[in-house]
């Protein structure tokens, strides 16, 4: 049993930054690889990024060198910071432990 709830999610124009914070409970939280997904409206849900039991990483290469995520073992929480934000990265972002659960998600929206 697995709740995610993602948070920090916003408009913000080109160029500036977002941290999106993910809030786990239930137990197993530390033995998980935790990742981030997002989807456009009308598109399909695509990965963003990863990160292992370890603090491993991996990116999309659309994201690589922009964004980076993070995991809090002891607060049992995942986070995404989000620099140079592009247009293109407007989407409603998730996370998830398992590739098909998720939490609510939330929105961001780069535009000027």
């Known amino acids: 049993q697995v709740q995610l709830v993602e948070s920090g999610g916003g408009l913000v124009q080109p160029g500036g930054s977002l941290r999106l914070s993910c809030a786990a409970s239930?137990?197993?939280?530390?033995?998980?690889?935790m990742a981030w997904y997002r989807q456009a409206p009308g598109k399909q849900r695509e990965w963003v990024a990863s990160?292992?039991?370890?603090?491993?990483?991996n990116y999309a290469d659309s994201v690589k060198g922009r964004f980076t995520i993070s995991r809090d073992n002891a607060k049992k929480m995942l986070y995404l910071q989000m620099n140079s934000l592009k247009p293109e990265d407007t989407a409603v972002y998730y996370c998830?432990?398992?590739?098909?659960?998720w939490g609510q998600g939330t929105q961001v929206t780069v535009s000027s």
């Open positions: 239930g137990t197993g939280f530390s033995i998980r690889p």
């Open positions: 990160i292992t039991t370890i603090s491993t990483t």
């Open positions: 998830t432990h398992d590739g098909v659960t």
